[in-house]
């Protein structure tokens, strides 16, 4: 199984990105998904993630700014980034799951079996 990540870039605070993830697995329908952002020195962190069953989970610092997309057909995952802050600069990486990742678990990077190898986000002030 592969996952790429694209869409990263350099971007002026305010602007936007839509991130895009595919996945060479099927199914994709029903595969857990998600966001993640690393910064050097701090931890992983979850962006959003999407249940098989469409559930979504957003991080506080992203909700309201964000939203998750699929398509099916070209098992991909987009995530609509709007308003970013210098705040959201970091590697975004994406990472896809078995079949029925619990929404309680779609923040631990464990529950993830598949990884991209990122996109950079660098927002400037």
């Known amino acids: 199984v592969q996952v790429q990540e694209s869409g990263g870039g350099l971007v002026q605070a305010g602007g936007s990105l839509n991130l895009s993830c595919t996945v060479t697995?099927?199914?994709?329908?029903?595969?857990?998904m998600g966001w993640f952002r690393q910064i050097p020195g701090k931890e992983l962190e979850g962006v959003a993630a999407?249940?098989?069953?469409?559930?979504?989970r957003y991080a506080d610092s992203v909700a309201g700014r964000s939203t998750l997309s699929r398509d099916n057909a070209k098992n991909t995952l987009y995530l609509q980034m709007n308003n970013l802050k210098s705040d959201d600069t970091a590697m975004y990486l994406c990472?896809?799951?078995?079949?029925?990742?619990?929404?309680?678990?779609?923040?631990?990077?464990?529950?993830?079996?598949?990884w991209g190898q990122g996109t950079q986000v660098t927002v400037s002030s």
């Open positions: 990472a896809g799951g078995r079949a029925g990742i619990l929404w309680g678990s779609l923040f631990r990077p464990n529950a993830y079996a598949y």
């Open positions: 697995a099927s199914p994709f329908s029903d595969r857990g």
């Open positions: 999407r249940c098989g069953d469409d559930r979504e």
